[in-house]
């Protein structure tokens, strides 16, 4: 006697639905780059070719891989970020221009990063990103 049953149900879902939903997302994603404002203005550095402003107003600090700070890639010198903080600040208090260069070691502290770029935007410098090999 064959107990099975014989209307067996098909798990399986219709891809025609998710077609409509997938044509319909990229014609709106089309249609809002379009619109969009393409004037952001991005602060891009320059090379030193065609830069041809001066050092000025450039503080460089440095962060090693044990995540100690050091200044102008002296690495003879290297502080904690709590005596690192007031020399920084005399430093910047002298410059006409506000711009900070932040070198990071690739093996160094991403907090230690953070904390300088939060102490940057905290006192309205203008911090610039590099990092070491």
């Known amino acids: 006697m064959d107990l099975g049953r014989r209307n067996k ?34 602060d891009l550095p ?13 503080v460089e600090i440095g962060i090693a891989e044990n995540s100690q700070y050091f200044f102008d890639a002296d690495k003879s010198a290297f502080y904690s970020y709590e005596e690192m903080e007031p020399i920084l600040k005399a430093k910047m208090d002298k410059e006409p221009v506000k711009n900070l260069k932040i070198t990071g070691d690739k093996m160094a502290n991403y907090e230690a990063v953070f904390k300088v770029i939060a102490l940057a935007k905290m006192n309205d410098w203008k911090p610039v990103l590099t990092f070491q090999m």
Do not use: H, R
């Not at 219709?14 to 619109?35: A, H, N």
């Not at 320059?46 to 450039?58: A, E, H, I, P, V």
């Open 9 to 42: 149900v098909k798990a399986e879902g219709g891809m025609s639905s998710m077609t409509d939903l997938v044509f319909l997302m990229m014609i709106f994603f089309i249609i809002m780059s379009t619109m969009s404002n393409n004037t952001l203005p991005v």
């Open 46 to 58: 320059q090379d030193s070719n065609g830069d041809t402003s001066t050092k000025d107003g450039l």
